[in-house]
C-alpha cells in the first residue's frame, strides 16, 4: 500500500512539473536556458505509475 501511495504522489509531482514548466524557468532559471521539465514530468510520472500499478510485496 505504501509505494501506490508514493507512485500517486509522484505522479502528482510529475503533473505539476509539467504544468508550471513555463513559470519555473522564467522564475528559477531567468540566466540559463531552459530546462526540459514537461519532459522531466513525464519521466516522474512514469515511475510513479510503475509504483501505483506494479505488482506489491507484501507478504
Known amino acids: 500500500m505504501e ?3 508514493k507512485g ?3 505522479l502528482l509531482f510529475g ?3 509539467s504544468c508550471a514548466q ?3 524557468n ?3 532559471f ?3 536556458s531552459d530546462i526540459p521539465f514537461a519532459f522531466v514530468g513525464l519521466c516522474v510520472g512514469i515511475a510513479g505509475l510503475c509504483l501505483v500499478f506494479g505488482k506489491s ?3
Open 57 to 59: 510485496k507484501d507478504k
Open 15 to 17: 503533473i505539476l512539473l
Open 26 to 28: 522564467d522564475t528559477i
Open 8 to 10: 500517486i504522489a509522484l
Open 30 to 32: 531567468p540566466s540559463m
Open 3 to 5: 509505494d501506490k501511495i
Open 22 to 24: 513555463d513559470g519555473l
